[in-house]
Every structure is written in structure tokens, then in C-alpha cells.
């Protein structure tokens, strides 16, 4: 570490948070370095000091702050950047307070919730001039950048739509109703906490924003009243330790996996969060089942799918061109936050580029070589994150609060037609001026 090292305070100390802590112990150790840890429960930071610890060969001290500390987290470690990793709700309440407290800032996906919250972070970055970077990883993702340069390219002309299907699996799926994010109020429901990413890839792949989105939602799977009409009977309200879940597939035992109990089962008895909550229990306010359609500035239009309870994990998507079709699949292993390991997979993993050109033989492209996360975008992005800066980016990989914005926009938008059935429009619901 030299004297010229910057600052990075963290906010919010789950399993999203790690991918960030990481890089600074060990890939940008010497330029970068922990200020500070917050979080509203204290067994959860010390756990990840304990595993920074023992994984990164920290051999130093990281203060620790009660969320209520945040704004003396700031003031006495002085941080350069916040990295904002809490939960949904309540990342616009730290990018906020953050930036007037005159630091930049960098946050996981979605940047918030709803419009309001949106358009307060919008307020605050032109009020205070300050930097906020949304950690968008799949743009990172060299098949998907591959694909960003072929139709930059013309390789396919114009594209005029646009048919994109994220299919989750029975594993990872599952994860997202046993978890904070079951409550809408909480996440904005998957197609704000999930699709913002995929949301976001149109709006790069396309050079364009979201005109006029509608959209149709259902919780069609999880849930007590799902399950029933199904034959199923899972009375019990958690899945650890109980005799109930012994044969259920949808159950997750939060002793049998280290970081899982270390993060959650371990710190219960600070703030109650229970992580392995019953997903066909009552309670849950947030879809399994939505489809939404899209027009874009430019004229493209979009049909979106996203499942939570399918066989494999991956997505298809394809795009139509004034001179073609593009495909690209990505068969992506099964996942469950914090389980340290995959938990299973269905076709074996990869991702195939097929271009069709009108007039000519289909031919395929091979993907460039991916290592590590997320597609391979992980390592990219944090090098462009923790490294020498943005620098050269030629295809607009970095992604600013305005991409934050339009990315959820299109997800806000579409719960919102969820809830009255009528198209909307993305842009009447806040203001970039």
C-alpha cells in the first residue's frame, strides 16, 4: 500500500459485498485500501475481517460502524469512494448521504427501487458533482462485449428487435423467495433486483433507452397458495434444522454451508433476518412470472421473458436485423449466494454466438476465452473500478448514474404496468435535468 492509495469505505457486509473487499486485499492491495466497514449487524463485519483474514492475508484492523454510524464512518475514516452493497431499499439513503459527505461513489446493481428514490440520486449527483459508478459486470462479460462490437459493426444492419429470455433455475431461482428480496418493498421485485442487468444490456447493445414499456407479472409458482393447488403441503415457516424441510429440494440449510452460517445463521441473533425462509410460504410479494415488452428511442422494440423456477440457468437472446439475426445463448451454472460453490447444473455450461445473414450460410463465432464470474465480467470490471481508471473504453463498458437510471427505469416502469395494466412510459417517471 503507498501513501497515495485510495480510500474505500464499505456499506452493507453480505455476500455482495465480498467481490469488492477481495479485489482491494489482494489484486489492488497496493493501491487500494479498506477504510471502514458498516453494516446493521456487527457479527456480519467481523466475519468478513475473520475471512478477509484467512482468504487475503489481511493482517490489519478495519473500524466498524452500526448503520446509524454511517455519517461518523465518513467523517473519521475518509473514505475516497463509498462502495454501496445493502440491501436495495436502502442504497439511494448511503449514494446520497454519501456524495454530500463529499465522497465518490460506486454501488451494486440496481442503483434503487422506485422513482422517487431515483430521481433523489439524480437531484444529488448534479447538485453535488459527485462520481457514481453502477457495478454492471455483464457489460464486462466477453461474449456479451463481442457482441456489443458486431452490432456496433453493422453485422446484422439495424437492429429492429429484440427477443431476449432469462431463464432462472430451480437453485438460484428459489434463492430470491427465501431471502429480503421476497418483499417488494425491499428489491423492487426481480425485475428491478434481477432484470436491471439485463435491462441494462439492451440499453448498451442498442445504443438506446426505453420509450414505452408494458408489461404482465404473476406470482404463478412460490407461494403457500401455489403450492396447495399443486398438492403440496410445506407448513413450516424456515428450512435449517427443520424436520419439515428434511425432503424438500427447495429447502437450504444454512448450517451445512460455511458462509451461509458465518454471514446469516451466526448473526441472527442481532437483527432477526432469517436467510432460509420457506419459499411456498404466505408472505411473498414479488413475481416468478413476467413478461414485458419494449419500443426503444430508436425504434427497436423488445419482448422480454424471466422465469424463477425453470430447469436449467442461462438465457437466449436474439436480435433482428436489417441485414440479419444474431443469437447468443449462455448456459450458466447453478448458484446460490454465499453457498461458496455451485449447487448443481442440467446442460453443462457455455455460450455459442450464431450470426445469419440474410442471403448466406448461418456460421458461428467463438466467444472469446472467459475467466472468472458473471461471464468473465467481474475481473474487467473491477480492474476498471480499483485499476488505472476507466482510460481507453471503446465500447462504453463503464456505466455512469444515468445507465443506473434508464437500467431500472425499464423494470420500474413494467411493475407499474403490472399493477394497472396500462403501458408506460419510462421517461415521465423522473427528470434528467
Not at 475471512?51 to 466498524?64: A, K
Not at 475518509?78 to 459527505?101: F, G, K, N, Q
Request: hydrophobic share 35%; charged share 25%.
Amino acid at each position: 500500500m503507498s501513501s497515495n492509495s485510495k480510500r474505500y469505505a464499505l456499506v452493507g457486509l453480505g455476500s455482495r459485498a465480498s467481490m469488492f473487499w477481495k479485489a482491494i486485499a489482494e489484486d489492488y492491495r497496493e493501491t487500494a485500501v479498506i477504510s471502514g466497514f458498516c453494516d446493521t449487524n456487527r457479527t456480519r463485519m467481523e466475519y468478513t475481517l475473520k475471512r478477509l483474514r484467512e482468504e487475503c492475508g489481511f493482517s490489519g484492523d478495519v473500524p466498524m460502524y452500526p448503520a446509524e454510524g454511517f455519517d461518523k464512518m465518513v467523517r473519521e475514516t475518509r473514505p475516497d469512494t463509498v462502495i454501496v452493497t445493502s440491501i436495495d431499499r436502502t442504497h439511494h439513503r448511503y449514494i446520497i448521504r454519501a456524495m454530500e459527505l463529499g465522497c465518490d461513489v460506486i454501488t451494486e446493481k440496481p442503483m434503487t427501487v422506485d422513482a422517487p428514490k431515483c430521481q433523489a440520486i439524480l437531484d444529488t449527483v448534479r447538485r453535488t458533482g459527485r462520481s457514481l459508478r453502477v457495478a454492471f459486470n455483464y457489460r464486462y462479460s466477453p461474449a456479451r462485449s463481442k457482441v456489443k462490437e458486431m452490432i456496433r459493426g453493422g453485422v446484422i444492419g439495424e437492429v429492429k428487435q429484440v427477443h431476449f429470455e432469462w431463464l432462472l433455475d430451480t437453485k438460484h431461482g428459489a434463492d430470491y423467495f427465501r431471502r429480503w428480496h421476497r418483499d417488494k418493498r425491499n428489491s423492487g421485485g426481480l425485475m428491478v433486483h434481477k432484470a436491471t442487468h439485463h435491462f441494462d444490456l439492451v440499453n448498451w447493445w442498442l445504443d438506446s433507452t426505453p420509450e414505452l414499456v408494458f408489461g404482465l407479472g404473476s406470482l404463478a409458482f412460490y407461494g403457500r397458495a401455489n403450492a396447495e393447488a399443486r398438492g403440496i403441503r410445506a407448513p413450516y415457516f424456515r428450512t435449517t434444522a427443520g424436520p419439515g424441510a428434511k425432503d424438500d429440494p427447495f429447502a437450504l440449510d444454512l448450517s451445512a454451508k460455511k458462509h451461509l452460517k458465518g454471514y446469516y445463521l451466526d448473526a441472527e441473533h442481532e437483527d432477526g433476518y432469517l436467510r432460509d425462509r420457506n419459499v411456498f410460504d404466505d408472505g411473498i410479494s414479488i413475481e416468478d412470472t413476467m413478461n414485458v415488452l419494449v419500443r426503444y428511442a430508436n425504434g427497436a422494440q423488445m419482448s422480454y421473458s424471466l422465469a424463477a423456477y425453470c430447469p436449467w440457468e442461462g438465457y437466449r437472446v436474439m436480435f433482428n436485423g436489417t441485414k440479419g439475426r444474431i443469437e447468443l445463448q449462455d448456459v450458466e451454472g447453478s448458484y446460490v449466494s454465499d453457498a461458496s460453490s455451485t449447487m448443481g447444473e442440467s446442460l453443462g455450461r457455455g455460450n455459442r454466438i450464431i450470426v445469419c445473414p440474410h442471403f448466406g450460410a448461418p456460421y458461428e463465432v467463438e466467444p472469446p476465452a472467459a475467466v472468472g464470474g458473471h461471464g468473465g465480467g467481474d475481473a474487467p470490471l473491477l480492474a476498471s473500478l480499483f485499476g488505472d481508471g476507466v482510460g481507453e473504453d471503446p465500447l462504453g463498458h463503464a456505466a455512469g448514474h444515468e445507465d443506473g437510471a434508464w437500467s431500472i427505469l425499464t423494470g420500474i416502469a413494467a411493475n407499474e404496468s403490472f399493477a394497472t395494466g396500462l403501458p408506460v412510459r419510462p421517461a415521465s417517471l423522473v427528470r434528467f435535468d
